[in-house]
């Protein structure tokens, strides 16, 4: 099926209507070139400590050589990495990839049942794991296929100060629960013990996996979508070719808040701008905002990638508003809507535009984003990027009109080759024809822009109308009162469905009167929220994302 391509008229300057995804064989290849290029520069720093791309390249050559000279892994295994943002984590990935191994990227936020479900799943035969997460590895690790387990500290690459580190984690501050994992190697000795094994010569091609990358565990059991190095490649220069005018190669500095095993923060901050020559600032604890805020200030950070709801709680911290941010250039944000009242307050605070993107693990991830020149909030996900093709669907999975709303489809280089051991699953969103069904509802303008109005299975069905949470939570956080908000639909005898809001409110004083005053000269009526219920908190997704499903699932009585 042949279509319309209107975006490629209002592409940004130098952005070309296709890559070449033949220029790399592998992932391997770009984080190699890198390596070379950038040799003496940053690539990646945390708690203080900077790592060249030289040491990095030399760091995760011992990890290839320990992996396939000590363990002879062979090339495909699966191997688990279960960090969060430490330096370890780019070298067990970049040794692992260039060892030929299939990266399983694991949450290290994980229960004991979601860890062991993705470890049997994908057959992972080693796992690299933080001692802070050990404790639940050590409940399921005799379930599984695990042969070999790697253990590290926070401060393991950190020098004396590292050790003080562990210490205060350990003893002071309690967050590394007791463990036993008898056969574990840690990981400074696993570098050690690789040293003097050669990396392996190891031929990848684009159809090899490159990340099984877990989803959908919100909606049922968690699937590996399987990312192979074409995907990747194609997905780093597509990206790459659309921000990388606007970047100074080897002098950005980007903030790493997202988790590396998040594909936004993986492909982004990870790979992306490693291939500019950039350094990222990796940042372990990112729910530490007043901790967030102090590492901001020790860096010249030039860019800052991000959900939603971690620009709203920067803005919401003492001390962000007095950071510099004279050389800022970049803000993007992914992962969940970006909402309006959000970037407006984000552009006035930084004086940089928050630039919304668009992706899906399943695309590796990036499908839309919006020109780096935007001068403000203009509430759409942005243009296709180069090689990708975009079209809105019926429900009779035919092509919809210019400014219809139906579901999102993408098509392109960087589309998974599937669901990890799961044709059945596969078979629902991937056709034979190249195009993936998103599950996002959607609509295009005639210049090419695209809209999200909601997620299919989030959408609210009031006496037959159709009700878009996206667009009553973007309306609701406009109130100065609302710090942030959630819209769901609860059963209704009379309309079927109503409804419900779920607020953290920024002005304590805030009432229900006043807030349903607010929506009801803002909403029309069958928009408006029939039921309000004020919260602490609203349940978050290990990057921030508010959980709808969650509170649309919980069985309390309406308030």
């Given at each position: 099926?042949?279509?319309?391509?209107?975006?490629?008229?209002?592409?940004?300057?130098?952005?070309?209507a296709?890559?070449?995804?033949?220029?790399?064989?592998?992932?391997?290849?770009?984080?190699?070139?890198?390596?070379?290029?950038?040799r003496?520069?940053?690539?990646?720093?945390?708690f203080?400590?900077?790592?060249?791309?030289?040491?990095?390249?030399?760091?995760?050559?011992?990890?290839?050589g320990?992996?396939?000279?000590?363990?002879?892994?062979?090339?495909?295994?699966r191997?688990?990495?279960?960090?969060?943002?430490?330096?370890?984590?780019?070298?067990?990935?970049?040794?692992?990839?260039?060892?030929?191994?299939?990266?399983?990227?694991?949450?290290?936020?994980?229960?004991?049942?979601?860890l062991?479900?993705?470890?049997?799943?994908?057959?992972?035969?080693?796992i690299?794991?933080?001692?802070?997460?050990?404790?639940?590895?050590?409940q399921?690790?005799a379930?599984?296929?695990?042969?070999?387990?790697?253990t590290t500290?926070?401060?393991?690459?950190?020098?004396?100060?590292?050790?003080?580190?562990?210490?205060?984690?350990?003893?002071?501050?309690?967050?590394?629960?007791?463990?036993?994992?008898?056969?574990?190697?840690?990981?400074?000795?696993?570098?050690?013990?690789?040293k003097?094994?050669?990396?392996?010569?190891?031929?990848?091609?684009?159809?090899?996996?490159?990340?099984?990358?877990?989803?959908?565990?919100?909606?049922?059991?968690?699937?590996?979508?399987?990312?192979?190095?074409?995907?990747?490649v194609?997905?780093?220069?597509?990206?790459?070719?659309?921000?990388?005018?606007?970047?100074?190669?080897?002098?950005e500095v980007?903030?790493?808040?997202?988790?590396?095993?998040?594909?936004f923060?993986?492909?982004?901050?990870?790979?992306?701008f490693?291939r500019?020559?950039?350094l990222?600032?990796?940042?372990?604890?990112?729910?530490?905002?007043p901790?967030?805020?102090?590492?901001?200030?020790?860096?010249?950070?030039?860019?800052l990638?991000?959900v939603?709801?971690?620009?709203?709680?920067?803005?919401n911290?003492p001390?962000?508003?007095?950071?510099d941010?004279?050389?800022?250039?970049l803000?993007?944000?992914?992962?969940?809507?970006?909402?309006?009242?959000?970037a407006?307050r984000?552009?006035?605070?930084t004086?940089?535009?928050?630039v919304?993107?668009?992706?899906?693990?399943e695309?590796?991830?990036?499908v839309?984003?919006?020109p780096?020149?935007?001068?403000?909030?203009?509430?759409?996900?942005?243009?296709?990027?180069?090689s990708?093709?975009?079209?809105?669907?019926?429900?009779?999975?035919?092509?919809l009109?210019?400014?219809?709303?139906?579901?999102?489809?993408?098509?392109?280089?960087?589309?998974m080759?599937?669901?990890?051991q799961?044709?059945?699953e596969?078979?629902?969103?991937?056709?034979?024809?190249?195009?993936l069904?998103?599950?996002?509802?959607?609509?295009?303008?005639?210049?090419?822009?695209?809209?999200?109005?909601?997620?299919?299975?989030?959408?609210?069905?009031?006496s037959?109308?159709?009700?878009?949470?996206?667009?009553v939570?973007?309306?609701?956080?406009?109130?100065?009162?609302?710090?942030e908000?959630?819209?769901?639909?609860?059963?209704?005898?009379?309309?079927?469905?109503?409804?419900?809001?779920?607020v953290?409110?920024?002005?304590?004083?805030?009432?229900?009167?006043?807030?349903?005053?607010?929506?009801h000269d803002?909403?029309?009526?069958?928009?408006?929220?029939?039921?309000?219920e004020?919260?602490?908190?609203?349940?978050?997704?290990?990057?921030g994302?508010?959980?709808?499903?969650?509170?649309?699932?919980?069985?309390?009585?309406a308030?």
């Amino acid at each position: 099926m042949s279509i319309e391509r209107p975006w490629l008229a209002h592409y940004p300057e130098g952005v070309p209507a296709e890559i070449d995804v033949n220029q790399y064989a592998s992932v391997a290849a770009v984080v190699e070139e890198a390596f070379e290029r950038f040799r003496q520069r940053p690539a990646f720093a945390s708690f203080g400590k900077i790592l060249s791309y030289g040491q990095i390249d030399e760091m995760s050559r011992q990890f290839a050589g320990y992996l396939t000279g000590v363990l002879k892994l062979k090339q495909g295994d699966r191997i688990a990495i279960m960090m969060p943002n430490v330096l370890q984590y780019p070298i067990a990935l970049f040794g692992a990839l260039r060892a030929g191994l299939v990266v399983v990227n694991t949450n290290p936020m994980y229960t004991a049942r979601e860890l062991k479900h993705q470890l049997e799943d994908s057959g992972a035969k080693a796992i690299v794991v933080l001692d802070n997460f050990a404790a639940t590895l050590q409940q399921v690790v005799a379930e599984t296929h695990v042969e070999h387990i790697v253990t590290t500290g926070i401060g393991d690459l950190l020098g004396a100060k590292g050790a003080v580190i562990n210490f205060v984690l350990k003893h002071v501050k309690k967050m590394v629960p007791p463990f036993e994992l008898p056969h574990a190697v840690r990981f400074t000795d696993a570098l050690s013990k690789g040293k003097p094994h050669p990396l392996p010569k190891v031929q990848l091609g684009h159809d090899d996996i490159a990340f099984l990358q877990y989803t959908g565990g919100t909606t049922g059991v968690a699937k590996g979508a399987m990312l192979t190095h074409g995907n990747m490649v194609a997905n780093m220069l597509q990206a790459g070719a659309w921000i990388g005018s606007n970047m100074k190669h080897g002098e950005e500095v980007v903030i790493t808040a997202l988790p590396l095993y998040h594909i936004f923060s993986l492909t982004a901050n990870g790979l992306v701008f490693m291939r500019l020559g950039g350094l990222s600032w990796l940042i372990t604890n990112p729910r530490d905002m007043p901790g967030f805020v102090k590492e901001l200030k020790k860096s010249k950070f030039t860019a800052l990638t991000g959900v939603n709801t971690l620009f709203n709680g920067l803005l919401n911290t003492p001390g962000f508003a007095e950071l510099d941010f004279s050389r800022l250039h970049l803000s993007l944000g992914g992962g969940m809507a970006v909402q309006r009242a959000v970037a407006e307050r984000w552009k006035k605070v930084t004086g940089c535009t928050l630039v919304e993107a668009y992706g899906l693990t399943e695309t590796s991830p990036a499908v839309c984003i919006n020109p780096l020149d935007l001068k403000d909030y203009n509430s759409s996900i942005g243009l296709p990027i180069p090689s990708t093709d975009v079209a809105i669907w019926s429900e009779e999975s035919q092509p919809l009109p210019i400014g219809e709303v139906g579901e999102l489809m993408v098509r392109g280089p960087q589309v998974m080759k599937g669901y990890w051991q799961r044709a059945d699953e596969t078979a629902k969103v991937l056709g034979a024809d190249g195009w993936l069904h998103t599950g996002d509802i959607a609509r295009m303008d005639d210049t090419g822009y695209v809209y999200i109005v909601d997620r299919k299975k989030d959408m609210i069905l009031v006496s037959g109308f159709n009700v878009y949470p996206n667009e009553v939570e973007d309306v609701v956080m406009q109130h100065p009162g609302v710090s942030e908000v959630a819209a769901v639909g609860v059963p209704d005898e009379h309309s079927g469905e109503v409804v419900k809001l779920f607020v953290v409110r920024k002005d304590p004083n805030l009432t229900v009167e006043e807030l349903k005053k607010f929506c009801h000269d803002n909403l029309t009526g069958y928009k408006r929220p029939k039921l309000i219920e004020f919260r602490d908190a609203l349940p978050k997704s290990n990057v921030g994302k508010i959980l709808r499903r969650e509170l649309r699932d919980e069985k309390k009585p309406a308030a």
